[in-house]
Protein backbone atom coordinates (compact mmCIF):
# COMPACT_ATOMS: atom_id res chain seq x y z
CA UNK A 1 0.00 0.00 0.00
CA UNK A 2 1.13 3.54 -0.79
CA UNK A 3 1.57 5.89 1.88
CA UNK A 4 2.45 8.83 0.41
CA UNK A 5 4.75 10.97 -1.76
CA UNK A 6 8.63 11.70 -0.42
CA UNK A 7 11.18 13.77 -2.04
CA UNK A 8 15.12 13.05 -1.55
CA UNK A 9 16.33 16.51 -0.15
CA UNK A 10 19.55 15.98 -1.27
CA UNK A 11 18.91 15.24 -5.57
CA UNK A 12 15.04 15.92 -5.49
CA UNK A 13 13.65 11.87 -6.64
CA UNK A 14 10.63 11.48 -5.53
CA UNK A 15 9.73 8.20 -3.66
CA UNK A 16 6.12 6.44 -3.15
CA UNK A 17 6.82 5.59 0.52
CA UNK A 18 5.19 2.16 1.67
CA UNK A 19 5.43 0.37 5.09
CA UNK A 20 8.41 -1.46 5.99
CA UNK A 21 5.95 -4.77 6.25
CA UNK A 22 5.52 -4.77 2.11
CA UNK A 23 8.86 -3.88 1.33
CA UNK A 24 9.81 -7.01 3.70
CA UNK A 25 7.45 -8.64 1.81
CA UNK A 26 8.72 -7.44 -1.82
CA UNK A 27 12.22 -8.93 -0.38
CA UNK A 28 11.01 -12.33 0.65
CA UNK A 29 9.56 -12.84 -2.63
CA UNK A 30 12.20 -11.31 -4.65
CA UNK A 31 14.73 -13.71 -2.91
CA UNK A 32 12.43 -16.90 -3.36
CA UNK A 33 12.69 -16.28 -7.65
CA UNK A 34 16.47 -16.37 -7.46
CA UNK A 35 18.22 -18.20 -9.68
CA UNK A 36 21.85 -19.07 -9.66
CA UNK A 37 23.65 -16.18 -9.46
CA UNK A 38 21.39 -13.47 -9.40
CA UNK A 39 22.39 -11.37 -6.32
CA UNK A 40 19.45 -11.22 -3.46
CA UNK A 41 17.53 -8.29 -2.62
CA UNK A 42 17.64 -6.98 1.35
CA UNK A 43 15.40 -4.33 3.13
CA UNK A 44 18.35 -1.77 3.18
CA UNK A 45 17.55 -1.49 -0.93
CA UNK A 46 13.88 0.33 0.40
CA UNK A 47 15.70 2.46 3.39
CA UNK A 48 18.00 5.22 0.35
CA UNK A 49 17.59 7.04 -2.18
CA UNK A 50 17.33 5.22 -5.89
CA UNK A 51 18.90 7.82 -7.66
CA UNK A 52 21.96 9.55 -4.57
CA UNK A 53 21.55 6.89 -1.75
CA UNK A 54 20.63 9.37 0.79
CA UNK A 55 19.06 7.93 3.64
CA UNK A 56 14.72 8.20 3.68
CA UNK A 57 15.40 9.34 7.21
CA UNK A 58 15.92 12.26 5.90
CA UNK A 59 13.09 12.50 3.26
CA UNK A 60 10.30 15.22 3.35
CA UNK A 61 6.62 15.13 2.10
CA UNK A 62 6.59 16.04 -1.68
CA UNK A 63 4.50 19.03 -3.14
CA UNK A 64 2.24 18.52 -6.19
CA UNK A 65 5.46 20.42 -7.97
CA UNK A 66 7.96 18.17 -7.19
CA UNK A 67 7.60 14.98 -9.96
CA UNK A 68 6.25 15.67 -13.34
CA UNK A 69 3.15 13.78 -14.62
CA UNK A 70 4.48 10.20 -16.62
CA UNK A 71 7.64 10.39 -14.32
CA UNK A 72 8.42 6.87 -13.04
CA UNK A 73 8.82 6.61 -8.89
CA UNK A 74 10.47 4.20 -6.65
CA UNK A 75 9.19 2.47 -3.83
CA UNK A 76 10.85 3.22 -0.38
CA UNK A 77 10.55 3.06 3.65
CA UNK A 78 10.22 6.19 5.29
CA UNK A 79 10.41 5.81 9.31
CA UNK A 80 7.49 7.40 11.31
CA UNK A 81 10.27 9.33 13.19
CA UNK A 82 11.18 11.37 9.42
CA UNK A 83 7.95 12.87 9.14
CA UNK A 84 7.94 14.51 11.90
CA UNK A 85 10.01 16.98 10.92
Given at each position: ????E ?21 V ?27 P ?29 S
Amino acid sequence: MILGEYRCPRCGRVHLRISHSDAQSAVASYNRGLQPGDQPASIEHYLRCFGCGAPASTFVPAGPEDAPEGVTLTVCVVEPRSLDS
